[in-house]
C-alpha cells in the first residue's frame, strides 16, 4: 500500500495573516502522531494490521492507531497542504513529500529517554537525527537557502508525555520507584525545554507543543485504576494537568530566549476533558470504552481480528481502543483547536 499523500491541495477554512503560509507540517512525538514509523520496528507497539485503518482509505491499516486519520494527517489538511501526512521511514515516500512534510513519530515515545527504550521505539533523540537526515535531502534538493526558508516557516508539532505518565510511571512503574509525581512532572518538563531547544538550532521557529490530555480517562486507566466502577483516575489526571503547567512555564521561558521564534502551547486537555464528560454536544455515545474488543484493556496487538468484537459504527465512540481516540474524536478535537493555535503564532 503506497500511502504517499496526493497530490491535489484539500479545502481548508483556516484564516491566516496575509502573505503568511505553513510550507511544510513536521511532527515529532508518540502515537497520537505516529503515521507508521514503528512498522519495521521490533516492537509491540505497532498497528499495522486490521482492524486498525478499517475506516481509513482503501480499509487498509497503515500504522496510525485509530480507525482512519490522525491529528497530523486533520493539520495538513486544514492547513490546506495535503490531505495525509506521510511518515518519514515509509519506503514509498517520494522526494517531493518532504517539500510539504511528514511524521517522525513513533509511538511509545516520550520526553523522559528511558520511555521508549521500554518498548523498543525511537526516542526523541532518534527522531531528532532523522530530522537531521531530512534537512540533508532538502539541501540537496532545493539548496540551503530555500531549506531554511521552509524550515523557519513550517509548523512543528510536538506530541510527547502521555507514555511517560500512563506508562513509565504509572503502568509499568519504574519512575514511581525513583520519583514522585511533582519530581517526575519536573523532569519531563525539563527534558521537554532542552528538545525544544535543539529544535530551535536545527532551524525550527513556528513551534506548537500539545499538552498532556486526561490520562485517567483513557479506557485502559480506567480499568487499571479507576476502581470497581472504572472511573476517571484523578491521581492520572492531576499528573497530566501538573506536567501541563510545567510544560506551559518552559515554553514561555523560551519565548523569552529563543529571538525570532514563536513556541505555542496547545492546550489538548481541556476541549479533550469537554468531549469525554459532554459526548452528546459532538454526537458520541460511548466514551468509556474503546471500539475494538472488550473496549477495556486492548491496544496494539491485543486489538486485531483475533479480538472477541469490534463495533460496527466507530463513529459513535470517543476511543477505538483503550488508549487512542477514534478519527471522528480527532476530528472534532483538531476543529476545536487548530485556529487558535496557528493565530498564536502571528
Not at 502515537?31 to 482509505?57: A, H
Not at 519506503?91 to 513529500?97: E, I
Request: proline letters at 7%.
Amino acid at each position: 500500500m503506497n500511502t504517499t499523500p496526493p497530490t491535489s491541495t484539500p479545502n481548508h477554512a483556516i484564516f491566516l495573516p496575509r502573505n503568511e503560509t505553513f510550507p511544510a507540517v513536521l511532527v515529532f512525538g508518540d502515537s497520537i502522531v505516529d503515521p507508521g514509523n514503528n512498522n519495521n520496528l521490533s516492537t509491540v507497539v505497532k498497528c499495522n494490521f486490521p482492524p486498525y485503518g478499517r475506516d481509513f482509505v482503501g480499509g487498509f491499516p497503515t500504522g496510525r492507531f485509530s480507525n482512519g486519520k490522525i491529528p497530523p494527517d486533520f493539520i495538513a489538511e486544514e492547513l490546506g497542504i495535503k490531505n495525509l501526512l506521510p511518515p518519514y521511514s515509509s519506503p514509498s515516500l517520494q522526494l517531493g513529500d518532504l517539500l510539504t512534510g511528514v511524521s517522525f513519530a513513533s509511538s511509545g515515545s516520550g520526553f523522559d529517554p528511558l520511555t521508549p527504550k521500554l518498548v523498543s521505539v525511537l526516542s526523541l533523540r532518534d527522531q531528532l537525527g532523522m530530522f537531521k537526515e531530512y534537512i540533508g535531502k532538502l539541501k540537496v534538493m532545493v539548496g540551503e537557502e530555500r531549506t531554511n526558508t521552509i524550515l523557519s516557516k513550517s509548523l512543528f508539532l510536538v506530541v510527547a508525555g502521555s507514555d511517560d505518565i500512563a506508562n513509565s510511571y504509572f503502568v509499568i512503574g519504574v519512575r514511581k520507584r525513583q520519583y514522585d509525581v511533582p519530581a517526575y512532572t519536573d523532569f519531563m518538563a525539563t527534558s521537554a525545554a532542552s528538545f525544544l531547544k535543539e529544535l530551535y538550532g536545527l532551524g525550527a521557529r513556528r513551534i506548537g507543543v500539545a499538552s498532556a490530555p486526561p490520562l485517567g480517562c483513557l479506557p485502559s486507566q480506567r480499568s487499571l485504576a479507576g476502581g470497581k466502577q472504572r472511573e476517571c483516575a484523578e491521581d492520572h489526571n492531576e499528573a497530566a494537568k501538573l506536567f501541563n503547567t510545567k510544560l506551559s512555564s518552559q515554553l514561555d521561558s523560551l519565548n523569552a530566549n529563543s529571538p525570532q521564534a514563536k513556541f505555542v502551547y496547545i492546550d489538548i486537555y481541556k476541549p479533550f476533558l469537554d468531549l469525554i464528560q459532554n459526548p452528546q454536544k459532538s454526537g458520541f455515545e460511548v466514551v468509556d470504552k474503546g471500539c475494538c474488543g472488550t473496549g477495556r484493556i486492548e491496544a496494539a496487538a491485543l486489538c486485531s481480528l483475533l479480538s472477541s468484537f469490534t463495533c460496527e459504527d466507530a463513529s459513535n465512540y470517543v476511543f477505538w481502543d483503550s488508549y487512542h481516540p477514534t478519527e471522528r474524536a480527532y476530528k472534532v478535537i483538531i476543529e476545536k483547536i487548530i485556529q487558535k493555535c496557528v493565530d498564536g503564532f502571528f
